[in-house]
């Protein structure tokens, strides 16, 4: 599975982004895909987490209420939508997938076997 992360760039806090990974390869194996980011001197973190299956998804506390992840199954497309961005929001942010053969649990970053190259996010104050 391969997968492509876009739509980062600069904002002012207040501001809205939208990102996109697009999947391709053999996605019918994937069953949950995420956003991750990693701020620049700090560990990568879980954003948000949506499954496959039943569009169940889940959200780190920092993002409930501002951020949504969704997808557009027909195009193997994940997006996050993100809104009143804040600075601390600012980080490099990735998508990752977790084929049938992972087990997700706690949505650490070790749960899921594929990663887009990241797309960097800016908030301005």
């Known amino acids: 599975v391969q997968l492509q992360a876009s739509g980062g760039g600069l904002v002012q806090a207040g501001g809205s982004l939208r990102l996109s990974c697009a999947a391709s390869?053999?996605?019918?194996?994937?069953?949950?895909m995420a956003w991750f980011r990693q701020a620049l001197g700090k560990e990568r973190e879980f954003v948000a987490v949506?499954?496959?299956?039943?569009?169940?998804?889940s959200y780190r506390d920092s993002v409930k209420g501002r951020f949504t992840i969704s997808r557009d199954n027909a195009e193997n497309t994940v997006f996050l939508q993100m809104n009143s961005l804040k600075p601390e929001d600012t980080a490099v942010y990735y998508c990752?997938?977790?084929?049938?053969?992972?087990?997700?649990?706690?949505?650490?970053?070790?749960?899921?076997?594929?990663w887009g190259q990241g797309t960097q996010v800016t908030v301005s104050s």
């Open positions: 949506i499954k496959m299956s039943d569009d169940t998804t």
């Open positions: 390869g053999r996605t019918f194996t994937v069953t949950h």
């Open positions: 990752a997938a977790a084929p049938r053969w992972y087990h997700v649990r706690t949505y650490h970053e070790s749960e899921f076997q594929y």
